[in-house]
């Protein structure tokens, strides 16, 4: 079992930066990825950022790209998601997640950064972006 918590959310202003956290803790923290997703209002969650804990490659959807940096410290199991020139459209709920089975690098132009390959999930952090 893998718990996770997210925090670092919050209101910001158009341009401006957030930096969200997750925390894993529990009794299986032998995840192989921890992935950042989002979810607004009347959308889908979608996968914005990835990363893997064995071979260190990243994922970021396009509408983050240049903009998100995702990190992660496996001694800590603590990972974060450094957000800069933040947009309204980036308004959402953010939710960490790993996986447990061994998934490709996200270098291999697969839909590995999926809600559905994911199994373990915090509750989220509400990021509002508002002038």
């Known amino acids: 079992q893998v718990q996770l918590v997210e925090s670092g959310g919050g209101l910001v202003q158009p341009g401006g930066s957030l930096r969200l956290n997750c925390t894993a803790s529990g009794t299986a923290l032998y995840y192989k990825a921890i992935g950042w997703f989002r979810q607004a209002p009347g959308k889908e969650r979608e996968g914005i950022s990835c990363i893997s804990t064995t071979d260190g490659t990243t994922y970021y959807a396009n509408s983050v790209k240049g903009r998100f940096t995702i990190s992660a410290d496996n001694a800590k199991h603590t990972a974060t998601l450094q957000m800069n020139s933040l947009k309204p459209e980036d308004t959402a709920d953010y939710y960490c997640?790993?996986?447990?089975?061994?998934?490709?690098?996200?270098?291999?132009?697969?839909?590995?950064?999926?809600?559905?390959?994911?199994?373990?999930w915090g509750q989220g952090t509400r990021v509002t972006v508002s002038s």
């Open positions: 997640a790993t996986v447990q089975s061994p998934v490709p690098p996200f270098t291999v132009a697969l839909p590995i950064c999926t809600s559905r390959v994911f199994d373990s």
